[in-house]
């Protein structure tokens, strides 16, 4: 069969959707890109927060136009939309024709062999269970790929529903992370982004202690690996080991993801959060002091439960502050089955607005900031070559696909690491000349 794959949200869905490739190939099928052209669609969904659902909803149902217009037979419905809703997705979307939840991507193969043989398998296996083990096939390109060292999250934050989407927090045992990473290298990939929905808890479950010191400090000792960055770290467990292998370690990016939410202590509290506006703080003066060069990224939400003018106003405060170089921002989307669903919180238009808010004032840091860099040497990522001579990549304070690009001259290979002097910025883009 030719099979075609569309993938929605978050990286972590992202490393299913490849190990669905590698199961896919194996069983002897065709992957093609141009969906016009396949037998069979996978679509691998996010359900996060309501705009996620629809996106979801919408791709499912434009893809099954593909039944009239191109070659498609069977639609296939994987991740968080079948693993949250999958009686829903049965029952009112009649274009898929099987579902399959988060636990159950390496039976990718067989469900295939199912709908083509007539039959509708819904399979939604145990979502805390031992981490999937299956090799992938990388889709991100020569450069860099992601490396999933844990599934599920057991922070329970009122307003998030990936515990129940995702399971218990489980991690991957060390060896077969390094494992992992040691063949990337050899694949000739330079760069690796640690994904999980908690990076610091990491280990905890398997070995009785969070061990993420550990495992990056073995990580560093690979060959060929040159950056190592972090998505995600909880700010109540960045120990100062932690801290200490970030800073000393050189391929460790100085780039830090660690999401806060909010910064009133009030609404910190109502939403399980584990830290307090001081402690936050607190961490963020101490990183910057023992890692130079630090960029700090963080996502925030507008709107949550208890935040009037004035916690609103504290928040825009605290923006100013810190100058966090990096922010995800984000209305509230109350999402159905968590706590803070049930909350007293301000309209979603109210929402709206305060988001664009922040981000102006976010835009106002960021520029300042990239203003503040040219004149300087970076080290870059090559991406891609946009026409010879010119290059595309990424500082080491740009994670791909959220943060910016700097486009420069010279000449490099893709996932080439080089030095960059930083001529201009324009928009988001900072624009260089290779040294």
């Not at 099954?64 to 070659?71: C, E, I, V, Y």
Request: aromatic share 6%; with cysteine.
């Amino acid at each position: 069969m030719k099979v075609g794959l569309i993938s929605l949200g978050c990286a972590k869905n992202q490393v299913a959707a490849e190990q669905m490739i590698f199961r896919i190939r194996e069983a002897g099928h065709t992957l093609v890109s141009d969906e016009a052209q396949a037998d069979i669609i996978v679509i691998n969904t996010c359900a996060f927060i309501e705009d996620a659902k629809q996106e979801a909803i919408n791709t499912i149902l434009e893809t099954a136009r593909l039944k009239k217009t191109g070659r498609l037979k069977k639609l296939i419905v994987t991740g968080c939309l079948s693993q949250l809703y999958q009686a829903q997705v049965q029952d009112e979307l009649p274009e898929v024709d099987a579902v399959v939840g988060v636990g159950s991507y390496d039976s990718i193969a067989h469900v295939i062999e199912k709908v083509s043989c007539g039959e509708a398998p819904c399979i939604i296996g145990d979502n805390c269970a031992a981490v999937c083990e299956t090799p992938r096939v990388i889709s991100t390109g020569k450069a860099w790929a992601y490396l999933l060292i844990a599934e599920g999250c057991d922070n329970f934050c009122s307003y998030c529903i990936i515990p129940k989407i995702r399971g218990r927090f489980r991690s991957r045992s060390m060896e077969n992370i390094i494992a992992e990473a040691e063949t990337l290298a050899k694949d000739g990939y330079k760069e690796l982004i640690l994904v999980a929905q908690d990076l610091t808890r990491y280990g905890a479950d398997l070995y009785g202690g969070r061990q993420l010191a550990r495992l990056l400090t073995r990580l560093c000792g690979i060959d060929g690996i040159r950056w190592i960055r972090l998505h995600y770290l909880y700010p109540n467990e960045l120990d100062d080991d932690l801290i200490s292998v970030i800073a000393r370690e050189p391929k460790i990016v100085k780039y830090l993801d660690i999401p806060i939410q909010h910064i009133n202590n009030g609404i910190l509290k109502k939403m399980n959060r584990r830290d307090t506006s001081e402690s936050i703080r607190a961490l963020f003066k101490t990183l910057r002091a023992r890692i130079p060069g630090l960029v700090l990224r963080t996502s925030l939400i507008t709107g949550l439960p208890g935040e009037g003018e004035a916690e609103f106003e504290e928040l825009c405060r605290f923006l100013r502050e810190m100058k966090i170089e990096r922010a995800g921002v984000f209305p509230f989307s109350p999402e159905e089955g968590t706590p803070a669903a049930a909350m007293d919180h301000v309209d979603s238009e109210t929402a709206r607005q305060r988001a664009e808010r922040v981000l102006e004032i976010q835009a106002g840091i960021m520029d300042q900031w990239e203003a503040g860099l040219i004149g300087l040497e970076i080290s870059v990522i090559c991406e891609d070559c946009e026409v010879p001579g010119r290059f595309i990549g990424r500082g080491y304070f740009d994670s791909p696909g959220i943060d910016g690009r700097v486009i420069f001259s010279g000449d490099c290979a893709e996932g080439d690491v080089v030095n960059v002097k930083i001529l201009s910025a324009d928009d988001g883009d900072l624009i260089g000349e290779k040294v």
